[in-house]
């Protein structure tokens, strides 16, 4: 593999993946100025500087402009140092890279390979568009410390076929033998494995279950009780009522029953309490909600949070107030990116 602008298109440097960069080159006075002899050298890890794999390519107009593409090998760190520097012409010109360590969903050797496309083997359920595909060997990968690895963004993604369109074209086209990584991205349209952390995944679940429940109360026939047949329970427990199924005649007993709250009363109260805004208030750790912190805890859950990936074998899940940005509670999830959690626990 050589020089290839296509590695620039990356939404940010992958790690263990060719990437490319634009130089410019500005003589002592601040002018572009084309190179004459290009001298690239290479920092990994704060190593001491090497001879970069490739060399800049001069882009042609003589506006002190080049690029290079770093190798999947020196890539796979966690600083890359690189200085560009020149036998004549204009000053050296240095650059910092930090390479992005994302999450492995999956890993296969790819069916078949185009162009513009790669067809996933084993295939995966779930919608892969947003993520990023990296080959790792076979055609178009591997290498020497993975120097020739291809990282692209996928654009569109079959869940029947497997097949992922990537954007841009390879450098070098993938085939059957070549091996591969999925990873995971903020970019993602959908999670996998079933784990919810788009706040559009919650308010689809939502959705679900409110049709869900509709059609199950139609399908049994339920239907809501009208003005009419409440008035006929509330006769049923009127004072009189009472005294004569229990025989009971006493003047005192009628006071007592007389003293209840009336249908008036009830539905005032009820019309009251429903139409009461409820008071943000959370309960603290190991403390016992009330009615209006339990709801509140409820709805911000349900509404407004956050999933982060610990990186460890848990993730936390952040869940915000009404104003969005202050955290109400967080809670511990026994999962990650690529695990579905199974339980969680309250930690602040």
Request: glycine letters at 10%; a negative charge; aromatic letters at 4%.
């Amino acid at each position: 593999m050589a020089n290839h602008i296509s590695h620039a298109s990356l939404p940010f440097p992958v790690k263990n993946a060719r990437f490319t960069v634009l130089v410019p080159f500005l003589d002592a006075g601040g002018d572009p100025t084309d190179p004459a002899t290009p001298d690239t050298e290479v920092s990994q890890d704060g190593g001491p500087f090497a001879d970069a794999a490739e060399e800049v390519s001069t882009i042609s107009g003589s506006n002190g402009l080049g690029f290079i593409t770093l190798s999947g090998a020196e890539m796979n760190n966690s600083a890359v140092g690189v200085c560009f520097k020149v036998g004549s012409g204009p000053k050296a010109t240095l650059m910092t890279i930090s390479p992005r360590l994302l999450p492995v969903l999956s890993q296969g050797t790819a069916s078949a390979g185009a162009a513009g496309s790669l067809t996933l083997n084993p295939i995966l359920a779930y919608d892969i568009t947003g993520m990023i595909l990296r080959t790792n060997g076979g055609a178009g990968g591997g290498g020497t410390g993975g120097a020739n690895n291809q990282a692209r963004l996928v654009t569109a993604y079959n869940t029947s076929t497997g097949t992922a369109t990537v954007q841009p074209n390879w450098e070098t086209t993938p085939d059957n033998t070549t091996t591969y990584d999925v990873l995971y991205t903020e970019m993602a349209v959908s999670s996998p494995n079933g784990i919810v952390t788009t706040q559009t995944e919650w308010n689809n679940i939502v959705s679900r279950l409110d049709v869900a429940i509709s059609t199950r109360l139609a399908t049994a026939s339920y239907t809501a009780p009208d003005n009419a047949t409440i008035a006929s329970i509330a006769a049923l427990v009127a004072a009189s009522a009472i005294r004569a199924a229990v025989g009971l005649e006493g003047a005192n007993l009628d006071d007592r029953l007389d003293a209840l709250p009336t249908n008036a009363d009830l539905a005032e109260a009820l019309t009251t309490l429903m139409g009461t805004a409820l008071t943000e208030s959370y309960a603290a750790q190991g403390a016992a909600p009330t009615r209006d912190q339990a709801l509140m805890m409820v709805l911000q859950i349900l509404t407004t949070f956050s999933i982060t990936d610990n990186l460890n074998g848990t993730s936390t899940l952040t869940v915000k107030k009404l104003d969005g940005s202050t955290t109400a509670m967080t809670m511990t999830l026994n999962g990650d990116a690529s695990t579905p959690p199974t339980s969680s626990i309250r930690a602040t």
